[in-house]
Every structure is written in C-alpha cells, then in structure tokens.
C-alpha cells in the first residue's frame, strides 16, 4: 500500500525517522546536550529542556562558529519554509538564551547578527 504523505500549510508531513538507537550527546566546550533524553548538562548541573528548545540548541551545536539564517533555523528546527511570522523563533531564542544564563546585550553563547539570524560561540575563557 502507498504511503500517503498529507500537506498542510504547504509543509509536507513525513513519518518521524527512527535510528533504532540511542542518539549522541553533542559536547561543546562546557556544554553537552543529550538529545535523547532532552537535557543539558552545563557547570555540573542538567537541565530539562523542552524539544523544540533541545532541537533549536543542537542545531546551533552543530554549526558553532557559523552565522545561521532565521529561514535555515525555521526549516531545521520546525521542518517548514514559512517565514511570515517567525516570533516563535524568537520566543525559543529567548528562553534557550534563559537557560544558558545569556543576556540578549552581552550575549555569551548565542549572538544575534542583525537582520541575518544568529551565531552559536563558546565564551572566551580568561
């Protein structure tokens, strides 16, 4: 039987992929980020994050160093090409930056490039 593959929103659905493993952990600096389990272990301590917020924070992991636009974020973290209103983004940019002790003025992890996306950087260490 054909698999059927609905659209909604102009965004097509697909069944979510299984590895039939566990996934690995994503260690960056003092970061390492258990995508299986949705947490973050940072300075000794594991912090519960929601999925959106553990996919946002490995898609940034995963390309440290390098200017991600709002659209590619939009496509890898939500799987979708609409860009009409991206305050979503936003509301996970905030409470990521939350959880990793960031202020949006001096940020230490997640840099904002101004009407471009955002940049993932580990803090220099003095």
């Not at 947490?39 to 940034?60: D, W, Y």
């Not at 939009?74 to 799987?79: G, L, T």
Request: hydrophobic share 35%; net charge positive.
């Amino acid at each position: 039987m054909a698999q059927v593959v609905k659209r909604i929103r102009g965004r097509k659905r697909t069944p979510p992929r299984h590895s039939g493993g566990r996934q690995a952990n994503l260690v960056v600096g003092g970061l390492s980020l258990d995508v299986a389990e949705h947490s973050l272990s940072m300075h000794g301590e594991r912090i519960h994050l929601t999925p959106k917020m553990c996919a946002l924070l490995r898609v940034f992991m995963a390309n440290r160093g390098k200017v991600l636009t709002r659209q590619f974020l939009m496509e890898k973290v939500w799987d979708t090409n609409y860009m009409g209103d991206t305050r979503t983004l936003d509301v996970h940019i905030h409470w990521l930056r939350k959880v990793l002790g960031d202020d949006s003025r001096k940020p230490l992890y997640l840099h904002t490039v101004r009407r471009v996306g955002y940049r993932f950087k580990m803090p220099d260490v003095q």
